[in-house]
């Protein structure tokens, strides 16, 4: 079974605060993404990586940079926590191009 | 960018009954639409999936249609059961990169 484990399921930071979002997957999958998910807004995508210290940006990287120095592990970084980052934030992995993404639970972060 | 607008919001159905998720999308280079099922406390997970040269696909109490045309794709539940209850997206995909969801529906199945 292909594990996404993510650091925290909650969070509380203050503004300002550097936040890192840990993810982890044991199945060897080249590619890694981070979304963030609103309510009435879906899920968007913030960055994704296809390979160890390669990234994209997605739809919605102000604010956001990654990290991806081992195969395994995807970072997620808030430089510098704002309350308009209060969200549910998801990474995915996924194997190749024609396999599925399978996500972690989640992690709720809110920014007072 | 591509565009995925999902309906309705929630949907609150009889045990037994069919349920119809409708989605469309605005990039006619989309060739991947995936659907997942979201359950409380848990990332979303993928229950079936369509790409552009099919139009339709069945797995069990579930389909998905697509018209390439009119650029909309159903997801269609049969048959449905309480654990069927849950948060369904539907996305489109014209590279297997970027994924752009719809905005979700809630699915509630009265026992």
């Keep these: ?112 | 960018g591509e565009n995925v607008e999902q309906h309705p919001s929630t949907l609150s159905v009889q045990e037994g009954d069919s349920a119809v998720i409708k989605c469309t999308y605005s990039d006619s280079a989309s060739n991947y639409f995936p659907w997942y099922k979201q359950e409380l406390g848990k990332g979303p997970q993928l229950i079936i999936d369509i790409r552009s040269n099919v139009g339709e696909k069945k797995d069990q109490r579930i389909a998905v249609t697509l018209n390439k045309t009119a650029k909309h794709f159903s997801l269609h539940i049969t048959e449905t059961q309480p654990e069927d209850s849950a948060v369904y997206f539907c996305a489109a995909s014209k590279d297997f990169n970027k994924f752009y969801f719809g905005s979700g529906t809630k699915l509630n199945v009265k026992p």
């Design chain 1, 1 to 112: 079974d292909v594990k996404v484990t993510q650091s925290s399921r909650y969070l509380v930071k203050r503004t300002g605060e550097k936040v890192f979002l840990e993810c982890v997957q044991d199945m060897d999958h080249e590619n890694m993404f981070w979304y963030r998910q609103d309510p009435g807004l879906g899920l968007r995508l913030i960055y994704f990586s296809y390979d160890v210290k390669m990234k994209e940006k997605g739809d919605i990287p102000e604010g956001y940079s990654v990290s991806r120095e081992k195969k395994e592990r995807f970072s997620l970084i808030l430089e510098s926590a704002s309350t308009n980052q209060t969200s549910m934030y998801l990474c995915a992995s996924r194997g190749t191009v024609l396999d599925e993404q399978y996500f972690g639970p989640g992690t709720r972060l809110t920014v007072t």
